[in-house]
């Protein structure tokens, strides 16, 4: 077993009644999928999947909450993610990359 730090940081800033501005920070660490770590052909063993994202945005209501509108921005930065990796002599192997980012 191992021990990690999970940080989750939040902010909120109130513009006036109707504007709100926040930014979330979150870090994840989880085991790779039972599946893959069970199937003795998928290559393992295999580093547990890590990430953080950050997302700032901003909210806001409008008419007693009858008119609602949100915008946001993310980051998700994602490690050791798992993906087929077939061969002509095992099509259970499974293979870790490096880093992904995903944005939005």
């Not at 945005?57 to 993906?83: H, M, P, V």
């Amino acid at each position: 077993m191992q021990d990690v730090i999970l940080p989750r940081f939040g902010a909120v800033y109130t513009i006036n009644p109707q504007i709100n501005l926040y930014g979330t920070y979150v870090k994840g660490y989880n085991p790779q999928t039972a599946s893959a770590l069970a199937n003795p052909n998928a290559g393992g063993p295999f580093d547990p999947l890590e990430n953080d994202m950050t997302e700032f945005g901003l909210k806001t209501a409008w008419l007693d909450g009858k008119l609602q509108a949100s915008t946001a921005i993310y980051q998700i930065n994602q490690k050791n993610t798992l993906y087929p990796a077939p061969t002509a002599d095992n099509a259970d192997l499974m293979e870790q990359i490096g880093k992904e980012r995903s944005k939005g």
